[in-house]
């Protein structure tokens, strides 16, 4: 009799916790719907912080083109010609005085002098934009060795960290040994109440590696010469409540970060791609790949050797004013 009470009330209870927590998280995923609406730059191209974002991704796309492998002259005229449209109405707007809108001026220039020879659309535009930017010299994409690229293996952190870039040049394989020892150190990140969320599953087959990249679209020019990729999910099982809406993105976001540290100290050419996609794509890629459905795609990492020399992005950072703000009165 009283196991048969106790039974009643367990179960009594945990139908009480299944509710809150469905409770917590249609109000939760309300809420961030508000959030998203009122804050999304997408919605918001007047304000300043979205417009410098929509350049940002504008020069992005050009130093992605200047630095790609077998990369071809005339590419991104249409992103040339968008770039200065974005340059010319944010300077109308908020002014000159911006690091990284004269880095696009800086990436546009870097772009003209990539096409020194040519006179065809849209360079007449593109110079007479140029000169009326006549203090920002050309952007400098970096062109490394490999050597170069992983030298700072084992220096002190600020080094390292420095040394990072994605890379978008693969020439070769990379053991699984190699991947195995990376996963093991990325496991030393951190997690919330070190439930450890993050699962990778490492895709080595070259036809669902061409599948998920045509799903994911961010790597046209360089996704079909990678050797593995790496999906990093986050198991929703280890979600408690309904506030933790958001935490397989960010403990799955901290182990993604610990795992391209571990990449790259291992040598292992990456890089990170979004998966921003659509409900249909993803539920897709869910099923090619075999990922149970109760794990969240949290992101995607092309993997491989890189070349004896390749070219990386810029890529340049926002300054610490633009990043950090003291609250209170401080000391
Ligand atoms: C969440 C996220 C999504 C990204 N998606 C892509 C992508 O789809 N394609 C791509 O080529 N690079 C992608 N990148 C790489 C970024 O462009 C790159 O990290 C950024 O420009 C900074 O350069 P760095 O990592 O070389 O310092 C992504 C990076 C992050 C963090």
Not at 108 to 126: I, Q, T
Request: proline share 5%.
């Amino acid at each position: 009799m009283i196991k048969q009470l106790k039974n009643i009330k367990r179960l009594f209870l945990s139908a009480v916790t299944r509710a809150r927590v469905r409770h917590e998280a249609s109000r939760a995923f309300r809420y961030d719907r508000a959030q998203f609406m009122a804050g999304a730059g997408a919605l918001h191209l007047d304000r300043r912080a979205a417009a410098r974002a929509e350049i940002v991704m504008g020069y992005h796309v050009l130093e992605k083109g200047l630095t790609m492998p077998r990369r071809r002259l005339g590419f991104g005229k249409g992103a040339v010609v968008h770039l200065i449209n974005l340059v010319n109405a944010f300077e109308r707007r908020f002014g000159r005085d911006d690091a990284q809108v004269r880095h696009a001026v800086g990436v546009l220039r870097a772009y003209r002098e990539l096409h020194r020879d040519g006179h065809d659309e849209p360079l007449p535009r593109l110079d007479a934009f140029l000169s009326a930017h006549p203090d920002v010299p050309a952007a400098v994409e970096p062109h490394v060795t490999r050597e170069a690229f992983f030298a700072a293996k084992d220096a002190p952190f600020p080094r390292f960290a420095a040394s990072r870039h994605v890379c978008r040049h693969f020439a070769g394989p990379v053991p699984r040994q190699v991947i195995e020892s990376a996963v093991a150190l990325a496991v030393t990140a951190p997690s919330a109440c070190n439930r450890q969320h993050a699962r990778v599953h490492a895709v080595d087959d070259p036809a669902l590696r061409d599948r998920l990249f045509a799903a994911q679209g961010g790597t046209r020019g360089f996704g079909a010469d990678a050797d593995k990729v790496l999906v990093v999910t986050a198991d929703l099982s280890a979600v408690r409540w309904g506030w933790e809406r958001h935490d397989c993105y960010v403990n799955g976001g901290l182990f993604v970060m610990n795992l391209c540290y571990a990449l790259h100290y291992f040598g292992v050419a990456h890089c990170i791609l979004h998966w921003s996609v659509s409900p249909e794509v993803d539920r897709a890629a869910h099923e090619f790949l075999g990922i149970p459905p109760g794990e969240a795609i949290v992101q995607v990492i092309a993997c491989g050797l890189p070349p004896a020399e390749f070219d990386i992005a810029a890529s340049p950072r926002l300054v610490v004013s633009d990043v950090l703000t003291w609250q209170g009165g401080g000391r």
